[in-house]
C-alpha cells in the first residue's frame, strides 16, 4: 500500500507560479512512476505531467509544456509539480497518482493503470 498527501495549492493571481507536493509513504518493494492530474468543475480528469521512478523521463500536457516541471526526489518519497506563469484555465483540483512500473525509466498516461491516489489540492487562479 502506497499513501499519497498532496499540499501546496492555493489561490493565486494569473502570472504567478506554484509549487505542489506529494509525500509517498507506506511498504512497498515496487518501482513508481508518479503522475500530476487535474479535474476541473463539469470536466474529465486530465493527465497534467507524469516521471519515471528514476526521473529520466517525463511527459507533460500540451497545455502545460514550457510552464510546469515535475520533478522527483526518491530519498524524501515526494514528487513535486512547478507551476508557472498560472493562467485561470489551470483552475482544477490537483491529484498526485503512482502506477507500479517494472522498469526505472518507464511511466504511464493512462489514468486507468495508476494504482493509488492522494485526495487532491484545490489550485484557484484568478485573472
Known amino acids: 500500500q502506497v499513501q499519497l498527501v498532496e499540499s501546496g495549492g492555493g489561490l493565486v493571481q494569473a502570472g504567478d507560479s506554484l509549487r505542489l507536493s506529494c509525500a509517498a509513504s507506506?511498504?512497498?518493494?515496487?518501482?513508481?512512476?508518479l503522475g500530476w492530474f487535474r479535474q476541473a468543475p463539469g470536466k474529465e480528469r486530465e493527465l497534467v505531467a507524469t516521471?519515471?521512478?528514476?526521473?529520466?523521463?517525463?511527459y507533460y500536457a500540451d497545455s502545460v509544456k514550457g510552464r510546469f516541471t515535475i520533478s522527483r526526489d526518491n530519498a524524501k518519497n515526494t514528487v513535486y509539480l512547478q507551476m508557472n506563469s498560472l493562467k485561470p484555465e489551470d483552475t482544477a483540483v490537483y491529484y498526485c497518482?503512482?502506477?507500479?512500473?517494472?522498469?526505472?525509466?518507464?511511466?504511464?498516461?493512462?489514468?486507468?493503470?495508476?494504482?493509488?491516489w492522494g485526495q487532491g489540492t484545490q489550485v484557484t487562479v484568478s485573472s
Open positions: 507506506g511498504r512497498s518493494s515496487s518501482l513508481y512512476a
Open positions: 497518482a503512482a502506477v507500479r512500473t517494472y522498469s526505472s525509466g518507464t511511466y504511464s498516461t493512462v489514468s486507468d493503470e495508476y494504482d493509488y
Open positions: 516521471i519515471s521512478w528514476s526521473g529520466s523521463k517525463t
